[in-house]
T-cell receptor
Framework: RKEVEQDPGPFNVPEGATVAFNCTYSNSASQSFFWYRQDCRKEPKLLMSVYSSGNEDGRFTAQLNRASQYISLLIRDSKLSDSATYLCVVRDNYGQNFVFGPGTRLSVLP | DAGVTQSPTHLIKTRGQQVTLRCSPKSGHDTVSWYQQALGQGPQFIFQYYEEEERQRGNFPDRFSGHQFPNYSSELNVNALLLGDSALYLC??????????FGSGTRLTVV
């Protein structure tokens, strides 16, 4: 089993739609969780950290369920500019190495 | 404040050759990690350097080696290149428990 797994995608949604991405991780001792965004042929960029209490940043909401080892990202009122690959990232229990999921590609269509 | 800088941006090498990629971390960051990203996949961890020592290593063969210098910059060396080494090589720097900051990567093509 891979350490971090994500919805295979791609997700093709119309502008204004709400879309949710799911991610599971296998290491129960993982300490920190993040969502990164990667545009085509560019480097990954931090979108948001994920906290146990859940956190929101504008149209983006991240949730963490430690018991189920599950992370989610919700994008509301999607924009064309949200088109990208979304990477789920887990920091291992030593607090050093970041483990990336394979990513889920989102295309927001006009 | 400069972010993470990598050089070169693109590189074409022949199978069997050796390559060195370079990374300068973001100012104030002391930890450098290297990742390999094949097309359509997530980044795969190669190794991490801290205080000029390899602190952690992923599942990559010994052909992949690295170094960190006293100014925290780092090099990734790959010997005996294979066609399958063609990928985007990403350098990320960090400080303690903060999130990574990535460089724009070096795109390596092995022919």
């Amino acid at each position: 089993r891979k350490e971090v797994e994500q919805d295979p995608g791609p997700f093709n949604v119309p502008e204004g739609a709400t879309v949710a991405f799911n991610c599971t991780y296998s290491n129960s001792a993982s300490q920190s969780f993040f969502w990164y965004r990667q545009d085509c042929r560019k480097e990954p960029k931090l979108l948001m950290s994920v906290y146990s209490s859940g956190n929101e940043d504008g149209r983006f909401t991240a949730q963490l369920n430690r018991a189920s080892q599950y992370i989610s990202l919700l994008i509301r009122d999607s924009k064309l500019s949200d088109s990208a690959t979304y990477l789920c990232v887990v920091r291992d229990n030593y607090g050093q190495n970041f483990v990336f999921g394979p990513g889920t590609r989102l295309s927001v269509l006009p | 404040d400069a972010g993470v800088t990598q050089s070169p941006t693109h590189l074409i090498k022949t199978r069997g050759q050796q390559v060195t990629l370079r990374c300068s971390p973001k100012s104030g960051h002391d930890t450098v990690s290297w990742y390999q990203q094949a097309l359509g996949q997530g980044p795969q961890f190669i190794f991490q350097y801290y205080e000029e020592e390899e602190r952690q290593r992923g599942n990559f063969p010994d052909r992949f080696s690295g170094h960190q210098f006293p100014n925290y910059s780092s090099e990734l060396n790959v010997n005996a290149l294979l066609l399958g080494d063609s990928a985007l090589y990403l350098c990320a720097s960090s400080l303690s428990v903060e999130g990574y900051t990535f460089g724009s990567g070096t795109r390596l093509t092995v022919v």
